[in-house]
């Protein structure tokens, strides 16, 4: 156990007070030219959980990610509110990911209910301004050249990261060759339920899926080629004025790194959403601008909630076995753990975002 905070709340989350890095019921709605997006965007989001364990039920537990401060976005003023025994912010070790984790050792009066709320301002995150020089991996990085659970490095995915890196020397030119693999070679597939789950044979067997999908196969393709990369999962924003109901909103993007200019992002799936929602299959000229602005960039509607890691453990562990990602609550009565969309029985949320 890392940390403990009471309910009073957190005033100031941070990288270095944590040691970490930082759709269903809405679509997003992008702009006609060049995605002329704010550079900022500011507010308040909820996440509101309930667990609907049995009455007399005295082992009852919730983990909920937390989104920490880092230079694209600032997270502040965050509570921590409901019924639980005991509550506490915690660090996963392996990732460095951040969560709110509570238990009910006692049986409430009422449903099993936590409220996380907290004040975000967002930039658009972008790296475009870099030089490749062709430095080498350090050390501490090549850790995300490895294969993962459901994201494998060899096979059929190394023969699509060799022939997409063919030719190319530089880190950013072999992340670009397989940043337009990925886009020309899969289409988002919204039958697919929440973000998907990452599965990178499964997803290149049917060739489609959501953005965790879609992320995962940019990652898998990347690493095999000697990039190191890393899924960021997190939460969209609402870009209406007055509360938004973002508990649809989960999303999951890549970044990859490149040395001497660090983690840059790249956002295939939203490639593929933009071109599936806005009907551009047949219009590569305007299609083609979505391409070009989610490479090294994406929009300030969202926030990170974590940061890679699969299948591991979280903080306190969980005793349902190594989770896949972390980017929905996960809870677990008598040990179990309960089904991970808010559609599910057990376990239910609502997140919002008030705009400011």
Known sequence: MDFKFGTAGWKLVTRQMV???????????????ALAEPET?????SIAVTVDAPADNTDTKLWVPLPVSDKFQTIEDVKIEGNFAHQGIYKEKTTGNSMVFADWSTA?????????TFKVTTHKRENRDFVDRGLPIPSNVKQFIKAEAMVPTGGRVKKIGDEAAAGKVKVSEKARSVYDWVVDNTFRDPAVQGCGVGDVEQTLDKKG??????????????????????EVFGIRLGKDDGIS????GHHCWAEYYVPGAG?????PADVRKAILVNKLENDPAEAGKYREYYFNAVDPYRIAVAMGGRGYYLNPPQKGGPLNYF???YAEIDGKP?????????????????KS
């Not at 040691?19 to 030219?33: D, N």
């Not at 409430?108 to 996380?116: G, N, Y």
């Open 41 to 45: 965007v500011a507010g308040e989001m």
């Open 338 to 354: 309960v089904a991970w969309l808010a559609a599910q029985k057990e376990l239910k949320y609502k997140i919002t975002f008030k």
């Open 327 to 329: 980017m929905y609550p």
């Open 19 to 33: 040691m970490a890095f930082s759709a269903a019921s809405f679509l997003l709605q992008y702009p006609g030219v």
């Open 245 to 248: 109901d973002m508990t649809g």
């Open 263 to 267: 983690w840059v992002p790249a956002d």
């Open 108 to 116: 409430p009066a009422e449903q099993r209910q936590l409220t996380l």
């Open 209 to 230: 899926g959501k953005c965790t999908d879609i992320s995962s196969v940019f990652v898998a393709i990347a690493r095999s080629a000697g990039i190191p990369a890393r």
